[in-house]
């Protein structure tokens, strides 16, 4: 390993990654693929972002696990406080996106994490990836939230691990105007 300092960045952690993460016994992948993620997430010293929006879901859908790591990350001063509700633009951005409004009420449910990204380090964890979709689909003209990037540690092809362990990079291939791109 280098001597080369890793970035430290604050990730917005949907709660469906909570909610799949297993056991240290757990071999399903999916399961292992989310814990492996948050132990690596801690172990690297990143951050996680905490708003009462993220805060609720989290306790709502939490794993034994995850609630195990998340203990851990309070006790490591590794949780970030920040403001998660959506601001009057994005809420109303979301709602002029399209006129398909079962589509609006899926974006607005997970803005929380849109708004906690804006106000933090811009990346956001999760395993919805048809919301990914919507949102790449849907809000393409707004480039605050393109440049986002968005990760799904159960991809093999988005190598989580990896690009945690370098830092959480913004890479270009990883945001959000980039979704469904090969």
Known sequence: MSDRKVPKRCLVIDASI?????????????????REFLLRVR????????GEILKGEWQLHQ???????????????????????????LSETI???T?????????????????????SDR???????????????NLSPHESIMNLVWIDPTDDSEAAIGWLESGAPDDEPR????????
């Open 18 to 34: 909570a909610r799949a993460a297993g056991g240290h016994r757990s071999v399903h992948p999916l399961g292992a693929r989310c």
């Open 95 to 97: 709602r002029r996106s």
């Open 175 to 182: 945001k959000l105007r980039n979704c469904g791109r090969n």
């Open 43 to 50: 172990g690297i010293c990143h951050r996680m972002i905490w």
């Open 99 to 119: 006129s398909d409004e079962n589509v609006v009420a899926a974006i607005l449910k997970d803005a929380h994490l849109l708004a906690g990204a804006m106000r």
């Open 123 to 137: 990346r956001i964890a999760s395993l919805d990836d048809r919301m990914r979709n919507h949102i790449a689909r």
């Open 63 to 89: 794993s034994v696990f995850s609630q195990t790591w998340l203990t851990s990350m309070r006790s490591l001063g590794k949780l970030t406080v920040i403001d998660d509700k959506p601001d009057d633009f």
